[in-house]
């Protein structure tokens, strides 16, 4: 489909390990974002990327947060050493360029960490 | 984080009926967006709004900027099955952000 993809679409892991959730935008959009979905609540902001760049990481909780996105398009969201309270779903979105352009939303990567 | 104040937190009505939701803020935004979201699903934006007093229309959707910028609301008028969903507002502090801060959700059950 021509929407924003999202890999894996579950992901159970054990506390204390490493992941990487994958992020797959609509072809063209150079602007892509993070968001972390608690149960019973909206998306919270976490990074979001112009081009390769971070242009604003102010929402990654602490230093075992880390996203890339290196040619401009992929993006992976890597969480070390996960702790039980990083399971949530983690939603990626995509536009067309920063600012008023509408996000369009992926249907997000299911973490749960045991 | 910070969050917007969404209310109510859930609605059950009857099909046909018109349903009201609101999101204040204690910031001025310079965008306001609601958003569904179904389950298993990410948001689909529904409605945008970028300049305070702006009332806007989609179908049976109407939602308004408030005139301090700090609060918005939607309405969605007779009321079918398929809007059975959770709502999100969401705001924006600049035009040259794409950080969006999003509402706690209402979730509308619509019964037939």
């Known amino acids: 489909g021509a929407g924003v993809s999202q890999t894996p679409s579950n992901k159970v892991t054990e506390k204390g390990k490493y992941v990487e959730l994958r992020c797959d935008p609509i072809?063209?959009?150079?602007?892509l974002y993070w968001y972390r979905q608690s149960l019973g609540q909206g998306p919270e902001f976490l990074i979001y990327?112009?081009?390769?760049?971070?242009?604003?990481d102010s929402g990654l909780p602490n230093d075992r947060f880390f996203a890339v996105r290196p040619e401009g398009s992929v993006s992976t969201l890597k969480i070390q050493r996960t702790e039980r309270g990083d399971s949530a779903v983690y939603l990626c979105?995509?536009?067309?360029?920063?600012?008023?352009?509408?996000?369009?939303f992926g249907p997000g990567t299911r973490l749960t960490v045991l | 984080g910070q969050q917007l104040n969404q209310s109510p937190q859930s609605m059950f009505i009857q099909e046909g009926e018109d349903v009201s939701m609101n999101c204040t803020s204690s910031?001025?935004?310079?965008?306001w967006l609601w958003y569904k979201q179904d389950p298993g699903e990410g948001p689909v934006l529904l409605i945008a709004?970028?300049?305070?007093?702006e009332l806007t229309s989609n179908g049976r959707l109407t939602a308004q900027f408030g005139i301090t910028r700090k609060d918005s609301f939607l309405n969605i008028s007779a009321s079918i099955p398929s809007d059975v969903g959770i709502y999100f507002c969401?705001?924006?502090?600049?035009?040259?952000?794409?950080?969006?801060?999003f509402g706690q959700g209402t979730t509308l059950q619509v019964k037939p």
């Open positions: 969401a705001g924006r502090s600049s035009g040259n952000t794409g950080k969006l801060i």
């Open positions: 990327f112009q081009g390769t760049g971070a242009a604003d």
């Open positions: 072809s063209g959009h150079t602007a």
């Open positions: 910031s001025i935004f310079n965008t």
């Open positions: 709004l970028y300049k305070a007093g």
């Open positions: 979105a995509s536009s067309s360029g920063q600012g008023a352009n509408e996000q369009f």
